[in-house]
């Protein structure tokens, strides 16, 4: 599967931003998906995952309350619905793809590119 991930922008603190991927082919539904950020000079951190149904999804605690992840297996896309942005969530965010949820960015073998998000203080 390829997956391409945008939406990414500049906005300030308080601010929203909805990120998109769009995944190829036809086993999307097939899929579990994470978005995963990176700021300069850190790891790649799990942001949120969603099971291939849609039905469970997780989040990490510094984005609970704030950020939706969703999907639609119809237009073969997942969405990151980011509000209450804040500068600490400046990164670059990218989304994946594995058979199976987790949380873990090693496991997962399909990645887009990287869609810049920038908060301002």
């Known amino acids: 599967v390829q997956l391409q991930a945008f939406g990414g922008g500049l906005v300030q603190a308080g601010g929203s931003l909805r990120l998109s991927c769009a995944a190829s082919?036809?086993?999307?539904?097939?899929?579990?998906m994470g978005w995963f950020r990176q700021a300069p000079g850190k790891e790649r951190d799990v942001v949120a995952t969603?099971?291939?149904?849609?039905?469970?999804?997780y989040y990490a605690d510094s984005v609970k309350g704030r950020f939706t992840i969703s999907r639609d297996n119809v237009k073969n896309t997942v969405y990151l619905q980011m509000n209450s942005l804040k500068p600490e969530d400046t990164a670059d965010y990218y989304c994946?793809?594995?058979?199976?949820?987790?949380?873990?960015?090693?496991?997962?073998?399909?990645w887009g590119q990287g869609t810049l998000v920038t908060v301002s203080s």
């Open positions: 082919g036809r086993t999307f539904s097939s899929y579990a």
């Open positions: 994946a793809a594995r058979i199976g949820m987790s949380y873990y960015a090693r496991d997962y073998a399909y």
């Open positions: 969603i099971s291939q149904n849609g039905i469970n999804t």
